[in-house]
């Protein structure tokens, strides 16, 4: 499992290599346990993987949903290498240990582990690990639009790093960006020109008192929103003709994200029926749904008893768990490796933890298939 998890590490699914050499490490891993797999790749070096270990079909299956790519090394200095997959003091180090590839290492293990025991499956465990969670989820969005390829699940596990804490929900993602146009002039005659830098004024004076409405969540608190980036302006002697901003925005289960994008929408709609060059324009970046799974639930309650664990619990980061929740099966996230070690340099998962999540997705997979 070690040598699975380097391997998947030196693989280097950065957002620049794409996801194709981390996929045919594990096709080549789960064809060790005579488990056939699929590769589905586009753009040269995108991919998923996807695997269905067959059974009986007495029960539904469990879905077991993971993602290949991880974020880039970063700007800061790393003492091992990013992506060496270095082994010192019972740890890995390397970026996508924690973030997640422990957790790929730890259920193809379980699997391989499953199968080769021999165990009679009542029903069928399906693995995926899809490309570019950490950018657009283009992979998760492009496993659940073949959905009609797959059986019914009796729920979805997300291995990402969570420290082995059994989490239910996480609030959404919805980023956009605010664009004025204007008209460009020569920097000696503005008179003649519209500047998107003072129309962006407006926008900034108008999002400093706005407030999105939502009532609180008891488990994710509020929906918030911040304004990140902002770009404007070519050269010192040139009217800008557009500024940009980007808005991030964490939404609650109940919100919709249309409507608030309608309701930046109006208010940008009033600026301009009391200026007639004021121009501006919303666009989404990336979305990603809040995700909330009953706690209460048949699913949820057998996970916790194959865990041994009863506490659930929400976090502050976004997964792809709700675009596999839109198959229609509950979601847990729950998996080795500390989040707090994801993105940053020097980032690594105790071997032993890795471990520890193989024997727990085997006891997962004997509970829900057995
Ligand atoms: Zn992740």
Not at 24 to 45: F, K
Not at 185 to 214: C, F, K, Q, W
């Amino acid at each position: 499992m070690k040598e699975l998890l380097k391997k998947l590490i030196q693989a280097e699914s950065t957002p620049d290599k794409g996801e194709l050499a981390a996929a045919e490490v594990i096709s080549a891993e789960l064809g060790r346990s005579g488990i056939d797999s699929r590769i589905d790749s586009w753009d040269q070096t995108r991919a998923n993987i996807i695997a269905q270990v067959k059974s009986a079909g007495h029960k539904a299956a469990l879905l077991f949903a993971c993602h290949l790519d991880v974020v880039g090394p970063g700007e800061a200095a790393w003492e091992k290498p990013a992506f060496g997959g270095v082994e010192s003091d019972g740890k890995i180090y390397g970026r996508g240990s924690a973030d997640m590839k422990g957790g790929i290492a730890a259920i193809v293990t379980a699997i391989s582990r499953v199968v080769d025991s021999g165990t009679k499956l009542q029903g069928d465990i399906v693995f995926a690990a899809a490309a570019g969670e950490e950018t657009d989820s283009c992979g998760a969005r492009r496993f659940i639009s073949d959905s009609g390829r797959l059986p019914e699940f009796v729920g979805v596990v997300i291995p990402e790093p969570t420290d082995f804490e059994i989490i239910t929900a996480h609030r959404g993602m919805l980023w956009l960006e605010v664009a004025t146009k204007g008209k460009a002039a020569h920097g000696s005659t503005p008179h003649l020109g519209v500047n998107a830098i003072t129309s962006m004024r407006s926008v900034l004076d108008e999002l400093e008192n706005y407030e999105i409405a939502a009532e609180p969540h008891k488990l994710l608190g509020e929906c918030s929103m911040s304004i990140n980036t902002i770009a404007g302006g070519k050269a010192l002697n040139v009217v800008p003709d557009k500024c940009s901003i980007g808005i991030d925005i964490r939404t609650l289960p109940a919100q919709n994200h249309q409507d608030i994008i309608t309701d930046l929408e109006k208010n940008f709609a009033k600026l301009k029926a009391g200026n007639s060059q004021f121009d501006a324009e919303v666009s989404v970046l990336r979305q990603v749904q809040a995700l909330e799974t009953d706690c209460l639930c048949d699913f949820v309650k057998d996970f916790c008893s194959a865990v041994q664990d009863s506490k659930t619990k929400a976090v502050g980061f976004t997964t792809d768990g709700p675009y596999f929740a839109s198959l229609g099966a509950p979601v847990v996230i729950f998996g080795p490796g500390k989040p707090q070690l994801c993105h940053k340099p020097d980032e690594y998962i105790q071997i032993s933890d890795v471990e520890k999540a193989a024997e727990y997705y085997k006891n997962i997979i004997l509970k829900f298939l057995t």
